[in-house]
């Protein structure tokens, strides 16, 4: 039988299994995804609903449970050695994850799940399908993507795709993020009646072209790439490409604090390309970069590059936009619905330094073009992408399920 969507206020668990809310930014493992799962818990509080962040302990002295703020707690799952572990290595503690998902929602229920990233999702389906929970699922990346343009360098487990298939026909409903996600999960011949577009958003009260900026060094213009410090995030394009601007520095935010840069393998390679092509003195890295730090950082530049070979949905861009501050980035994946060419920026092939000098070459001689693009980001920020919208929208998914499923007795998270 089915039943009319519930109007009052909802208990959501939402199960993050390596994207902490808490964890800085920047780290290999550590960008849009707990961005994501933080702003959407928080959102979903301001409507009413109150929210549990289910995510791995990966420190001994970690409590668990920590408020993240009115409405929303985080709670620390022992799942594996409480130390970090790269994600792609956390397949084998999921099971223990799940049971764990299992005994504490055997008692108090949550009214729906949502889970992020594929192994969240192999843990929820096991505590799921267990309990009879309604059951939502956000992929935020990939394995079919991931293996196409990786190839011998994805370091997945080999069962990830077809993990991610059984998680798909498993879940009540498929929250995506873009157009071009869609089309990825009908390639894996997963129904689209049964999946729902509903984009990653952004604060634009953070994120706002009004506030303090990042000192700047020396008077050249100012190129800034945000974000977790891996190959396939292009900054290797973003230095290439600075051989052709001459005149202008790139800072690179992402990665290990700075006091470890000097020991991580994709510094020290991005270090050695910018002393190859000569263009060394104009390359900054800064570490890993808190929440708080980030709105000024964008703030300050010129230009806000995000070259990824890949991105399945990208928040950077979502990001400057806010600040007011253009976007050159590559043409893909969610990219392609965020940015808006010309309006708010530029679109261009991956893995094309030229292409990429060409387009911030052009906005950086013409700073009217600039102004406008800012003003522009502004706008389509405010329009389409505030969390409110996208928590209301993540909201009327919810009630969708819950309308298609038995009444039940509301949990008490």
């Known amino acids: 039988m089915t039943r009319t969507p519930r109007a009052g206020a909802l208990t959501v668990a939402l199960v993050s299994e390596h994207a902490s809310p808490l964890a800085v930014l920047g780290g290999v493992d550590a960008g849009g995804q707990n961005v994501h799962v933080a702003q959407l818990a928080g959102a979903l509080a301001d409507r009413g609903h109150r929210v549990a962040v289910y995510t791995r302990r990966d420190a001994p002295d970690l409590p668990s449970r920590v408020p993240l703020r009115p409405g929303v707690e985080v709670r620390h799952v022992p799942a594996g050695p409480a130390r970090p572990i790269p994600k792609d290595e956390l397949l084998p503690y999921m099971p223990q994850f799940g049971r764990h998902l299992e005994r504490e929602w055997g008692s108090a229920p949550p009214d729906l799940v949502h889970s992020h990233f594929w192994m969240s999702g192999v843990a929820t389906l096991q505590a799921a399908r267990e309990l009879d929970l309604p059951f939502a699922h956000t992929y935020h990346a990939l394995g079919t993507v991931k293996r196409r343009h990786q190839k011998d360098a994805d370091s997945s487990p080999p069962d990830r795709i077809a993990w991610e298939t059984k998680v798909g026909e498993g879940c009540d409903r498929i929250i995506a993020t873009c157009r071009d996600e869609v089309a990825e999960l009908a390639a894996m011949g997963l129904p689209t009646t049964r999946i729902a577009v509903v984009p990653c958003g952004v604060d634009p009260e953070r994120f706002t072209p009004h506030g303090p900026t990042t000192p700047r060094t020396g008077r050249r213009p100012l190129l800034v790439q945000l974000g977790r410090l891996v190959p396939r995030k292009g900054a290797d394009v973003s230095i290439a490409a600075l051989t052709l601007l001459p005149d202008a520095q ?51 530049a010129d230009v806000v590059l995000c070259p990824a070979d890949y991105e399945p949905f990208g928040i950077v861009p979502l990001e400057a936009m806010g600040c007011g501050t253009p976007v050159v980035a590559s043409a893909v994946g969610g990219q392609q619905d965020t940015v808006a060419d010309p309006g708010t920026g530029r679109l261009v092939p991956p893995r094309d330094p030229a292409a990429l000098a060409d387009a911030v070459a052009a906005l950086l001689a013409h700073p009217e073009q600039r102004a406008a693009c800012g003003a522009a980001g502004r706008r389509r920020v405010l329009t389409r992408y505030g969390w409110d919208r996208v928590a209301a929208a993540t909201e009327a998914v919810y009630r969708d399920v819950l309308a298609q499923r038995p009444a039940g007795v509301s949990g008490a998270l």
């Open 250 to 300: 790139l800072l690179i935010a992402g990665g290990p604090p700075a006091g470890h840069l000097d020991d991580d393998p994709e510094v020290g390679r991005l270090r050695a390309l910018a002393r190859d092509l000569g263009v060394a003195d104009r390359v900054r890295f800064t570490g890993g970069v808190s929440c708080e730090e980030v709105p000024a950082l964008l703030r300050s």
